[in-house]
């Protein structure tokens, strides 16, 4: 009769909706993590072979296995150097892949802001000088934050270095350090480049998302340096920001625990 039917109705449909749903949800992200691993796994098995073929190619291009004509010499050139950016790719996949599995170990200590922030500035001496961009490291008076040094300084890295990448000729980049929120210190990236509308604010921190398509022809890279940088610091429960409008350059900062703060947010 009526009234079963509508109970059974009202069985059947309640707790198997929601039962569809997470359904549905559990296999997504099932089918996610299978993709990740997949990719993780494929770039592990790609890195042996592809640092080889660099190993080889550098030998050729230092002339160990004999002299080349000078037009094999450029192929060979441009063969390691695209080697290179293959290498630089898949081990930002596989930092990626490690940090979405919480597979990242960090060995949280106390870091002198100072000291990382002049370790990152000398690192990426070559590259701003061949850019002819200044990199001016500020006063940094601030406490020690509890991180692990090798992961900032990769992230700092990362955003100098594309600080440089979308600096005109001539121009200058600061790295400072100033007091962030709840007891964090905030170390910033600033520069004089392009900027960034507002619209792209939150996505240039996803995986592969570039503002403008010719970016990765023109200034190399690949879209996943951004997302490296979001994920170590979250790992370190602090946050990311931007301040950029379209010429006016960016600021991109990050916040860090201070060694001596109580509670972490
Ligand atoms: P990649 O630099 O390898 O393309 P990122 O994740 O580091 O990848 O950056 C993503 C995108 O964000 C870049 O392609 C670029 O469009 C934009 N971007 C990043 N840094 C800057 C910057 N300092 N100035 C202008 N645009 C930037």
Known sequence: GQPCDKELRFVASGPDEALALIRDVTERKLGERAKDAFIATVSHELRTPVTSIRGSLSLLEHGMVGPLPEEA???VRISRTNTERLLLVINDILDLEKLSAGQLDLSLRPVE???VMKTAAESIRGMAAQ???EVVVGDCAGAPVLADEARVIQVLNNLLSNAIKFSPRGARVDLSAEPG???????CVTD???G???EHHARVFERFHQVDASDSRERGGTGLGLAIVKSIVEEHGGVVGLDSAPGRGSKFWF???????????
């Open 73 to 75: 010499l450029e192929m």
């Open 192 to 194: 004089r480049g392009p």
């Open 196 to 198: 960034i509308a507002p």
């Open 113 to 115: 802001p100072a000291r």
């Open 181 to 187: 929120a709840c007891g964090r210190l905030r170390l």
């Open 131 to 133: 850019a002819g961009v």
């Open 255 to 265: 916040e860090l625990p201070c060694a001596g703060a109580a509670v972490k947010p």
